[in-house]
Nanobody
Framework: QVQVVESGGGLVQAGGSLRLSCAASGSIFRLNRMGWYRQAPGKQRELVAT???????NYADSVKGRFTISRDNAENTVYLQMNSLKPEDTAVYYCNLYQFLRNSENWGQGTQVTVSS
């Protein structure tokens, strides 16, 4: 059984920074991808950033240059450093773990990020 737990959301003013953390536990193969997705009210869930266990990263165009994803493979933990936050970054941020060999994914419960103007 796999669990994914996020932390670090909150309220910040535009231009500020936040750091999200996500820890995965349970039966996890080394070859995996962890990432962050977000969903704003009335919108579909969208990709923010992902990082594979080999270190390859992928970012949404809207966050490039402002957000940085990183991970600790030994702890199955992924981080999202968010700088220069904008009101349009306001959303619930979800952590995702995808295991390639099992073709399975797990989601966290989500953490709210609110950016005030």
């Amino acid at each position: 059984q796999v669990q994914v737990v996020e932390s670090g959301g909150g309220l910040v003013q535009a231009g500020g920074s936040l750091r999200l953390s996500c820890a995965a536990s349970g039966s996890i193969f080394r070859l995996n991808r962890m990432g962050w997705y977000r969903q704003a009210p009335g919108k579909q869930r969208e990709l923010v950033a992902t990082i594979t266990s080999g270190g390859s990263t992928n970012y949404a165009d809207s966050v490039k240059g402002r957000f940085t994803i990183s991970r600790d493979n030994a702890e199955n933990t992924v981080y999202l450093q968010m700088n220069s936050l904008k009101p349009e970054d306001t959303a619930v941020y979800y952590c995702n773990l995808y295991q390639f060999l099992r073709n399975s994914e797990n989601w966290g419960q989500g953490t709210q990020v609110t950016v005030s103007s």
